[in-house]
């Protein structure tokens, strides 16, 4: 099937990264959010990334200026009628999606593949929601979006093979990495990263060292981009908890499991970067 026209849902960090990258692959690409307000600000960290891009010498005035005319905001459901392919990137609460589905179900076309980015959710319960469970599957981005080259594909049990064909391809035209994942909670990269990250909370908490040796520890002993607690504070420790307790109730293991710690912190309203304050302490705009 051609993909000619693709509409993204949600403008927050992922939502936006995402429209960000179908525009620049030459998608005309539609986001949708609540409100001006929040889609003004996604807009907004897109053209950021693009004028950042064209001042460090990554991206060229021109790709910059065909990204931002393939991509138009808008807070209307109806506007994406025309979309071959929607990607769902809201807040991960399984009914404020079904919601979302039930409503777009009304404006798009029969042929018209629904995706969720969601890191948490289970696809096939997701599907299962829509009329088109055939025409449905997962397609998770990391953060971020336009920097990180890998993708995972993820099948429901109901998804056609014509429909995970497409998407495979389309995940690729986006100049990314496709893996196909399981559906599963964690998928292949949260399964094998959230108990990489609780347990370097528990080893912090049972005084394996400080918060800073441990980050440069695996930065440097490892050659990892960023060490754990800095990865926490990137990812947001609400989202971090969110998953862990998502993959401890399907799985029972005390590897999923979040430690004491990483609960406080959340209930105290240290979420990372986005709330100026994790194990790290941010400048906040
Ligand atoms: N436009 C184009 N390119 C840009 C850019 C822009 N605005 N800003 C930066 N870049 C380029 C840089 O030029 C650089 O390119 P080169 O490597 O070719 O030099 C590259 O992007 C990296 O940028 P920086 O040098 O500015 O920053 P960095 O080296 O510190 O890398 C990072 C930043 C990519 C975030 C890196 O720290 C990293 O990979 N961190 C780990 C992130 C991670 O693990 N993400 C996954 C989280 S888990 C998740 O998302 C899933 C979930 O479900 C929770």
């Known amino acids: 099937m051609q993909i ?7 403008c927050g960090l ?9 525009a ?6 539609i986001v949708r959010e609540l409100d001006e307000t929040f889609l003004n600000k996604g807009l907004g ?14 991206v060229t005035a021109e790709a910059r200026d065909t990204t931002l005319a393939n991509l138009s905001g808008t ?5 994406l009628k025309d979309c071959d392919l929607i990607i769902e990137a809201i807040i991960e609460n399984l009914e404020e999606k079904r919601t979302t589905y039930a409503a777009l179900e009304h404006v798009v076309g029969a042929h018209t593949i629904f995706l969720s980015n969601t890191s948490s959710l289970c696809i ?16 998770h981005f990391f953060n971020p979006v336009p920097l990180m080259k890998l993708v995972e594909v993820i099948r429901a049990l109901t998804t056609s093979d014509e429909t995970y064909q497409a998407v495979f391809a389309f995940a690729g035209s986006l100049g990314k990495e496709p893996i196909t994942a399981p559906d599963r909670p964690g998928f292949i990269v949260n399964r094998l990263l959230v108990p990489y990250l609780l347990d370097a909370i528990r080893a912090y908490e049972n005084g394996l060292g400080t918060i800073e040796d441990i980050d440069k520890g695996m930065k440097l002993g490892c050659g990892y981009p960023m060490g754990p607690f800095t990865l926490l504070d990137f990812v947001g420790l609400d989202t971090t908890y969110y998953i ?3 993959m401890f109730e399907e799985f029972r293991e005390p590897a999923y499991a979040p430690p004491p710690l990483l609960k406080r912190m959340v209930l105290a309203g240290r979420m990372g970067r986005k709330s100026g304050r994790g194990f790290y302490t941010y400048e906040t705009k």
């Open 45 to 58: 960290r897109v053209k950021k990334f693009l004028d950042d891009g064209v001042a460090k010498g990554k």
């Open 4 to 10: 000619k026209m693709v509409g993204v849902l949600g």
């Open 75 to 79: 807070t209307s459901i109806a506007a």
């Open 244 to 246: 862990a307790n998502i």
């Open 124 to 139: 096939t319960e997701l599907a299962a929601a829509t009329k088109r469970p055939d025409r449905f599957g997962g397609l």
């Open 24 to 29: 620049a692959a030459g998608y005309t690409t």
């Open 14 to 22: 992922m939502g936006s990264g995402i429209a960000q990258v179908c």
